[in-house]
């Protein structure tokens, strides 16, 4: 066949398929979660780009079809979403497209042997897991808004092959051909079984065919707008690991309606480890808003980046079906939602950080991003600082500004932090010496953010954050358990000394009282930069 071509596989996917198919048999039902999930993500797709163009619009019948045929061996996934162009399918289906499936190509690849099937339940593996039931998919896609359709096939090893096709309407039908020992896949009543289980949330109806007829398999009902008491765990959890391709649970899940001035009702989802994918890079919240059930977009930015870690949907009354991009821009009403949503979130969390262990796990999660918003959102401060926890020179785990403030000494005026790159060398460093003599806490900050959050904050309770590296902190007042001593004339002479031996290479040579055994300390100059922040400016160049 001339129009035949043929590709190889980018190097990783080759690498990612020979683990998946080899890897794991116990949990192979998996491949039809991950392409029901490609096919409703699509559908979503779909109705995204249809609000900036009509003939976009998705037909009111449409939904996901499974159909098994037991006498050609093939299971069919067909859905009327956006679909793939040849280029989409090429570089969707033939490279590793998303950066977490890459991530865990790697991390598959370094687990031993016995360890891997448990990563594959655990993260999902997208598209490929169609490997491990079938020895040849055939993808037959046709882009909405494009006439041609092409199709992409391929039997799972080194190669695919991209050739023209023909479809009626735009979406994606997938082709697997069984494996002999995968027939299980073929029982329409096994295949209802599964999508109850992994995709009962998917708002799009999802139906099984079974004797010629397609039946209903899902409930097809948007599970936010269900009532709290008529939602199961395991709803909740799954709806949670579909939004955010995860696959632990929830750490705290938020569902509430706001009837009144605003009218949506919100699903929210704290996650209870950090995301495979890293925090870092994009930092714009992905919370998904719908106009009455339908998804509109997930950059509407419903939550500020230093919330981005929470996932789910917000589904609002107040604004047109028919809402453009240039209206959500405008709209007072999402400047509302987001104050409401925001506050909610704050407010749990205020509630849940009275459990210490609970708050403990998620804090090292994601206090790093919390501390952002100390930085960028002074309308949040209030708000905000009651929740930061910290490492410190007087007490085990974690501790708060509050508590902090409590145990201050008679007299001592400030609240004091050091800022470094681990807690260990914090710990053990001369800075602290004269502190602790005088039994005066210090807290240890040891993230990036760290530098710079403290001054932005500037005081808690009227007292004044100040870091202990920078000079002119005075400690006098303050009684301590085992004075420094010294005849104040050969200070002044040693002084001197040290100062004509350094010359310029320090502004200034003092006597100090934050010392007890050690001779000298570095210190920055009062109300300039303080050490910390000095290292990151040196290392960024400046
Ligand atoms: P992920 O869904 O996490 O991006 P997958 O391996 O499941 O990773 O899918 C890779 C990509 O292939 C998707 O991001 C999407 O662009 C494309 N894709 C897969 N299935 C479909 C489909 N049914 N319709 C349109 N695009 C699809
Ligand atoms: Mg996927």
């Keep these: 066949d001339e129009t035949l071509e043929r590709h190889e596989f980018g190097a990783e996917v080759g690498r990612l398929l020979d683990l998946v198919v080899h890897a794991l048999y116990s949990e192979r039902e998996i491949f039809l979660r991950e392409l029901v999930a490609n096919a409703a993500d699509a559908v979503d797709r779909r109705r995204f780009e249809a609000l900036s163009d009509q003939a976009l619009m998705l037909p009111a019948e449409a939904k996901l079809r499974i159909v098994p045929d037991k006498a050609a061996r093939t299971l069919t996934i067909a859905d009327p979403g956006i679909g793939m162009s040849k280029s989409e399918l090429a570089q969707h289906l033939g490279t590793i497209a998303r950066s977490g499936t890459l ?13 891997q099937p448990s990563l594959i339940g655990q993260f999902g593996v997208g598209f490929y897991s169609a490997f491990m039931v079938a020895d040849r998919v055939e993808v037959t896609s046709r882009r909405a808004g494009g006439e041609e359709a092409w199709v992409w096939a391929s039997e799972g090893r080194g190669e695919y092959t991209l050739a023209p096709g023909s479809k009626a309407e735009p979406g994606t039908d997938i082709v697997l051909h069984m494996k002999a020992d995968a027939e299980e896949f073929l029982e329409p009543y096994r295949l ?3 999508i109850r289980k992994w995709a009962d949330h998917i708002a799009i109806p999802i139906t099984v065919a079974r004797d010629g007829q397609d039946e209903p398999a899902n409930e097809g ?21 579909h939004l955010g391709h995860v696959f632990d649970t929830p750490w705290a899940t938020l569902h509430w309606r706001a009837e009144g001035a605003l009218d949506f009702t919100a699903l929210l989802f704290l ?19 719908h106009v009455r059930r339908m998804f509109i977009t997930d950059e509407a930015a419903l939550l500020p980046p230093w919330l981005r870690f ?26 509302r939602i987001r104050r409401s949503v ?9 509630t849940r950080a009275k459990d210490a262990e609970a708050y403990g796990s998620f ?37 708060s500004l509050p508590d902090y403030v409590a145990r ?38 040891t993230d990036g953010i760290d530098a710079f959050w403290p001054d932005r904050m500037d005081r808690f309770e009227d007292k004044p954050i100040r870091s202990i590296t920078q000079s002119g902190l005075d400690l006098s007042k303050l009684e301590a358990t085992e004075a420094p001593q010294g005849e104040a004339a050969d200070v002044a002479t040693l002084l001197a000394l040290v100062k004509e031996a350094l010359g310029a290479e320090v502004a200034e040579v003092r006597s100090t009282e934050r010392l007890v055994d050690s001779a000298v300390v570095l210190a920055a100059a009062e109300g300039g930069p303080d050490l910390q922040m000095q290292r990151l400016l040196r290392r960024a160049g400046r």
């Design 221 to 241: 009902t948007a599970l936010w707008r269900k009532p709290k008491a008529e939602v199961s765990e395991e709803s909740y959890t799954e709806f949670y690991r």
């Design 342 to 350: 925001t506050g909610r979130v704050l407010s749990e969390l205020k």
């Design 310 to 335: 929470v996932t789910g949907v917000v589904d609002t009354e107040d604004l047109p079906l028919n809402v453009s991009r240039e209206m959500l821009q405008a709209t007072p009403v999402l400047a």
């Design 363 to 399: 804090w090292a999660n994601f206090g790093a991003v919390l501390k952002e918003g100390v930085w960028e959102d002074t309308e949040h401060h209030k708000e905000l600082a009651p929740l930061l926890r910290f490492r410190s020179s007087a007490v085990e785990g974690w501790t």
């Design 192 to 194: 209802q079984t599964i």
């Design 408 to 445: 201050m000494k008679p007299g001592q005026e400030a609240i004091y932090v050091l800022v470094g790159d681990e807690a260990a060398g914090l710990a053990g460093s001369p800075q602290l010496e004269g502190f602790r003599a005088r039994g005066v806490e210090v807290l240890l900050l």
């Design 103 to 115: 991530a865990f190509a790697k991390t598959l690849a370094e687990a031993k042997a016995t360890e």
């Design 271 to 289: 996650p209870n480890s950090k995301p495979f994918q890293a925090v870092e890079g994009e930092r714009a919240s992905r919370v998904r808003l």
